[in-house]
């Protein structure tokens, strides 16, 4: 109770420090605070060097009783000529607001050494938490911490965990066997395992080595590469445990050691801008009261800093010697994944103190502008909060991948058809080889052999026969698709990480597979669920001073200078306290605290520089982002704006006579007070570019023209960049704006300056030429995937006007779009909430929610030409979303072409998500950029984060992480549709490739009785799949382009060929299959009916089995290769080596191989050379098996692109005929769409067209 009443009293005392505050602090506030935006432009795209005006404006905090937490705007400048307005932006005394605004200041501050802890400590003072100490000691809350006590009797620190860390897959004695059962559990594997264990018996057609080999290569390079990936982890895993710290020695010192030798009671030393390296009870800092600021952005991505604070107590260990006499016991609960709960209690010097999670510093969380802090460890190693959470994320494969399984399953059951008929035949053969006794086969020599072959026990030796043809039609099966697949995803991910068009420069961030599992799924999305595609978030400020001309408007003074003026016992406060009271008795403006009446009511016009403080005002209403909305009951507007700046802009702009109420994608509407008639008029300013505000231009600019066709150009930003590009007109007034600035520095502001410039028609022209070339933004990126079939779901937490807003200004909704709205905000439904009946409000909301749902449904199945969009709210989704429901809800919302669920909750926007996959059984794509969308990202096929300003929690949870919106447009039309593309060929040609190897396996087979001999070489075999045909596989894999990038963009339709999956159709498979059948059997029956009982050779002699399988695998491995050629759409130079290379690695091979010892090379000892090479028939069957053999798929290809056309042998004729530049032409192929679009600026202009068609139509029609 005591030390309950000590911290109660501490924080009193802590809560009235802003009065003596140092006049030393006032000046580092204006470097501290900065600016947050969400947009990116390029840096100098403006292209305009000076300004005719400057505005300057800037932030301080206050203080006092005041609990509003809101944020005041205050402003002074000076111009003539050219302009110049300063406004000094003032954050609330609410504590939680002004602890933000001091931890982003000082994020941005850290050179600068403070010490001005008390104001920090007034900002967020202790926290309160409602939590129940008594807990400590029982179940879930057991763990003990003894600190600088080495002759304690309990069993000590010593029985939790060390503080290393590992997170590595395998250990190594773990990987052999851990690695091995994950390569055997893909079925194929497991059937390859079981032929090698096969070919150790006689039953094996083949030698063991010439088995096990391909399989060991196969294994053993899918093992290399996880070996690969987690050495990388464990050299990781040695950077992080090795790191140093200093640990207390005992006797007053501390010495370093490494990271992975602490343990739990350890009392720790961590200095600045270092990581914590364990779950810390944090007991004091280099400051006074023991606060210090920690960066989190390892574990929840947010860059501002946190403010810890030690308890009072051990605040005053300030030094190493404080630590010779101090010992402790902490108790606390035991490790949990939780990051901002903890629960605690330290004993120190017979007191008991409450632990928060104030006192906790987070292992891999940063100690930031704060020289020191000394800590007890509490959790160490795989017990801290951060490794607590580290979860790996959902598995997550392909549907080609899953309908490759499917695939081998058949092949599989194929095989073992095969077999079953082959071992049939066998056994009916072998039993006919008796007759009266005697064997018709004299040459098998029975009475030599085993049960292998024994006409009298013909049962068993055809189902030993059975395991022979298992083994030898293992060729149906590709050994090496699995690890080919895996090499051309690694290397699709690599050409998407180096992708330069998918580079963000101003972030220095590229575009960044995470996985590469799911490459090809990126080129079959249907559906993108996206949380929003323009982050708007709402804040408060005030508008309170501005200075114009010269002349100061506003009456008050910051809270710094109400601080300082308290220090020097000056009258200010007192003076104002009247003024105060006075303001105090007018109604509240949210964002509006302006008072002088020499501008207010419309009596600016008098002022000297009228035209001057119009220019002002007008700057204020247009230079933003914001967005208006009109109360349907009071009809008065808000607004929703990126920033708090630009909220109390237009808000002061309205005050004052110049209110924004209407924006479009062309144009800004404003009424605006005309000094002239000194009445409101209506004036629209025409948009023409947008330059948004990003870190490295350091301001935001608009273009916009005027109703008598003039340009200007409208500025805002950092004095860094706005004064150099000052004009001459403004310069008079630089070094009295400077002096200003750096008096407001003193008072602790901020500085941001605005600017204007008119532009003649010629400047303007240079500057959009390279404007337009160089956008590429939401909108566009939007109209494209529409373009492309996709449909795009927006998922936000905004209010309803919000959304719609935001839905215009991307181009998701359209003028003349049918919204199908479903709210809970009926009548009925507000009174029962009134009356706070639950039970009547759910089911009256659910039969609601039903009710809309089919009456949409209705209306859509009521008109087959209009285009609907479904908003709904968060509430209507929650009961949509039921079972009784969600099926309905799905069926709606797939007929419209925009989706808005507005007001959804994280837990709703991974239920939706959830639905549309389930439910539409095709791929779904989320991306965000928030910790809110993790749920969402993981529950989709893809997920896909943008590493923005709110974090990379986003990221972490991804498969694809991207920068920036609009580069969702080339992930999906180019990358995309070229992994599926080169993935869906690739898979299916491994599959011809070896089902016409096996073919002719198999027909050989029947040709010799099903005995069991193998057509070719042992070696010809084992290298068919692993040399001469893999690579040129792989090359299509990674190399292969039906059209460019640039002809991807340009034809988004081309996309659909993967929606529609219409290249790894079942249709599309057994085409493939189909050939592989039919040149397996040309290529046999052709060779044997070419070879057989005729001479070969001059000296007559007959053709042996070894030039006959060397013969068929020749022709094997030219036609397979030449389809592959057939097949490619763009030839590279290294698709040329492995496809021509692998025909001339076979010859080299036969050379090799025939060369060497006959115990070695058996029956191909010197084929090539004394067989084939002297034959011409051999160069004759080989020329023409693979002529006619691939003239049929020739002749297939040409009538499909001439009569039957997939869209990307359109745009290649296309380019083949020069018509790729004509519009014309273009559009002809455009039309070929999978379905009209309905959304996206190209609907626009359709939409806009189509009315006015209809309008010349009734005009035209309507009678006279």
Request: with cysteine; proline share 3%; aromatic share 12%.
């Amino acid at each position: 109770m005591q030390a309950a009443r000590s911290r109660e009293a501490s924080l009193s005392r802590r809560c009235d420090v802003l009065g003596p505050l140092p006049h030393r602090l006032a000046s580092p506030f204006g470097e501290f605070f900065s600016w947050d935006w969400c947009a990116i432009s390029s840096p100098g795209s403006c292209g305009v060097r000076d300004f005719r005006g400057i505005f300057w404006f800037g932030f301080s905090p206050t203080s006092g009783s005041d609990q509003s937490r809101t944020l005041k705007l205050v402003s002074l400048g000076y111009g003539r000529g050219g302009v110049l307005f300063v406004y000094l932006l003032v954050c609330a005394a609410g504590r939680g607001l002004m602890s933000w605004v001091v931890l982003e200041g000082m994020a941005r501050g850290r050179r600068r050494k403070l010490h001005f802890s008390k104001l920090y400590s007034f900002a967020c003072g202790s926290s309160k938490f409602e939590v129940d100490h008594s807990q400590i000691g029982g179940p879930g809350f057991s763990r003990v911490a003894f600190a600088n006590m080495p002759d304690c009797s309990e069993p000590g620190n010593l029985n939790y965990g060390s503080n290393y860390v590992s997170t590595t897959k395998y250990t190594l004695a773990t990987f052999f066997p851990k690695s091995l059962f994950e390569q055997f559990r893909r079925v194929a594997n497991l059937y390859f395992l079981f032929t090698a264990c096969l070919s150790f018996t006689s039953l094996a057609p083949y030698s063991v080595v010439s088995i096990i080999i391909p399989l060991i290569v196969v294994i053993g390079a899918t093992m290399l590469k996880e070996a690969i990936e987690d050495w990388r982890r464990y050299r990781q895993d040695i950077k992080v445990n090795s790191r140093k710290v200093e640990l207390y020695h005992g006797s007053s010192t501390f010495g370093f050691t490494e990271w992975k030798n602490l343990r739990v009671g350890d009392i720790v030393k961590v200095e600045k801008d270092n990581f914590f390296p364990a779950d810390l009870v944090m007991l004091s800092s280099s400051y006074d009261d023991g606060i210090c600021y920690v960066e989190t952005m390892n574990l929840d991505g947010e860059t501002n800093l946190k403010l810890k604070q030690s308890l009072e107590v051990t605040s005053g260990l300030q030094a190493d010697s404080s630590f010779q006499n101090f010992k402790t016991i902490i108790k606390c609960e035991d490790p949990n994944a939780s990051l901002y709960t903890f629960v605690g209690t330290m004993e120190y010097e017979d007191q008991e103190y409450p632990l928060s999670p104030q006192q906790l510093l987070l292992r891999d969380s940063k100690l930031r502008n704060t020289d020191y802090i000394y800590g007890v460890v509490v959790f160490t190693g795989h017990d801290t909060k951060v490794m607590q959470n580290a979860m790996n994320p959902p598995s997550k494969r392909s549907k080609i991948e899953v309908k490759m399984d499917k695939l081998i399953y058949l092949l599989l059951f194929s095989l073992v058809v095969v077999s079953s008929i082959g071992s049939v035949v066998f056994g009916i053969l072998s039993s006919d080889d008796l007759q009266d006794g005697k064997v018709k086969r004299w040459y098998l020599k029975p009475d030599d052999s085993s049960i292998y072959y024994d006409p009298r026990r013909a049962a068993v030796a055809a189902i030993l026969h059975f395991l022979t043809a298992i083994m030898l039609y293992s060729y149906f099966i590709p050994i090496s698709l699995y690890v080919s697949i895996e090499i051309v995803k690694v290397l699709q991910s690599i050409f998407i990480n180096q992708d330069i068009q998918m580079y963000h420069e101003e972030s220095n961030k590229p575009a960044r597979a995470r996985t590469s599992n799911l490459n090809e799924e990126l080129g079959q999305v249907a559906t993108i669920l996206s949380d929003k595609t323009g982050t708007l978030t709402c804040n408060s400020m005030e508008f309170i001073k501005c200075s114009i001309a010269g002349t100061a408007y506003g009456h008050g003074f910051t809270e710094v200078e109400r601080a300082i003026a308290r220090r020097k016992g000056s009258l200010l406060i007192e003076n104002e306290q009247s003024k105060e009271n006075h303001e105090q008795a007018k109604p509240a403006i949210k964002g509006y605290n302006f008072d002088d009446a020499r501008i207010i009511n419309g009596n600016w016009v008098y002022e000297p520089h009228s035209d001057i403080i119009q220019m002002f005002f007008r700057l204020l209403a247009i230079c933003h982002t914001a967005i208006p909305e009109v109360d349907e009951e009071t009809g008065k507007i808000s607004y929703e704006a990126e920033s708090p700046d630009e909220a109390a802009f237009v808000i002061a702009a309205r005050e004052l006579g110049f209110e924004f109420y209407q924006r479009t994608q062309t144009s800004i509407s404003i009424h605006e007070l005309d000094p002239v008639s000194c009445k409101h008029v209506e004036k629209s300013y025409k948009l023409l570019n947008v330059l948004e505000f990003n870190s490295s231009r350091k301001r935001m600019s608009v273009v916009v023209q005027d109703d008598e066709g003039k340009l200007l150009l409208l500025s805002k930003g950092a004095d860094s960049v706005m004064f150099e590009r000052l004009g001459k007109g403004g310069r008079g007034f630089e070094n009295k704006t400077k002096e200003q600035m750096l008096e407001y520095a003193d008072a602790g502001l901020r500085t941001l300056v605005l600017a204007y410039r008119r532009l003649d028609e010629e400047e303007y022209k240079s500057f959009n030429k390279r404007f337009m070339a160089a956008k590429n933004s939401v909108p566009e990126c939007i109209d494209k995937l529409a373009q492309a079939g996709i449909k795009i779901w927006v998922l936000t937490g905004d209010k309803k006007e919000t959304a719609i807003n935001i839905g215009f200004a991307c181009s998701l909704l359209r003028q003349g779009m049918k919204q199908i709205i479903i709210t809970l905000d009926g009548p009925e439904i507000i009174h029962l909430e009134k009356d706070g009946n639950k039970e009547a409000i759910a089911k009256v909301s659910r039969d609601s929610v039903l009710y809309q749902i089919n009456e949409g449904k209705k209306l859509l199945s009521s008109s087959n030409t209009e285009s609907f969009a479904l908003v709904i709210d968060g509430r209507s989704l929650a009961y949509a979303l039921e079972d009784d429901a969600k099926n309905l809800f799905l069926q709606l919302a797939v007929g419209c072409a925009s989706v808005i669920c507005c007001r959804s909750s994280p837990k709703q926007k991974a239920l939706v998500t959830r639905l549309v996959k389930a439910g539409s059984g095709k791929v779904t794509l989320a991306i965000g950029d928030g910790a809110n969308d993790v749920g969402m990202l993981q529950e989709a096929d893809i997920g896909v984060g943008i590493s923005g300003a709110e974090g990379m929690q986003a990221v972490m949870a991804s498969d694809i992480a991207i920068s920036q919106f609009r580069f969702l447009e080339r992930l999906l039309l180019v990358h995309g549709h070229w992994c599926y593309r080169r993935i869906s060929l690739m898979i299916c040609y491994f599959f011809y490739k070896n089902l016409t190897f096996g073919l002719t396996l198999f027909l050989y087979e029947a040709y010799s009785s099903f005995s069991g001999q193998p057509a070719y070489d042992d070696w010809y075999m084992s290298l068919y799949n692993v040399i001469f045909t893999s690579l040129p596989a792989i090359a299509l894999g990674v190399f292969d382009q039906d059209v460019s990038a640039r002809f991807c963009l340009k034809f988004p339709m081309l996309y659909q060929e993967g929606v529609q999956n219409l290249l790894f159709s079942w249709l599309q498979i057994l085409s493939w299959l189909f050939s592989g059948v039919c040149n397996g059997v040309m290529i046999f029956f052709f060779c044997t009916s070419a070879l057989q009982h005729r001479a070969f050779r001059k000296g007559g002699e007959a053709v042996g089995l070894e030039v006959l399988g060397a013969t068929m695998y020749t022709c094997v491995i030219w036609v397979v290769n030449c389809q592959m050629a057939l097949s490619i759409s763009y030839f590279t130079l290294i698709q040329h080596m492995f496809i021509w290379g692998g025909i001339a690695l076979w010859y080299l091979f036969l050379l090799a191989y025939g060369a060497i010892t006959p115990t070695l090379s058996t029956s191909a000892f010197m084929v090539f050379v004394e067989g084939l090479a002297s034959a011409p028939s051999y160069w004759i069957i080989t020329l023409f098996v693979v002529i006619a053999t691939l003239l049929p798929f020739f002749i297939y290809l040409a009538i499909q692109m001439r009569f039957f056309p997939m869209h990307h042998n359109m745009i290649q004729w296309m380019r083949f005929d020069g018509h790729a530049d004509d519009p014309e032409y273009c559009q002809v192929v455009r039309q070929r769409s999978v379905r009209p679009t309905t959304v996206g600026v190209s609907a626009r202009v359709d939409a806009t067209v189509s009315q006015l068609a209809r309008k010349v139509h009734d005009v035209v029609h309507s009678p006279p």
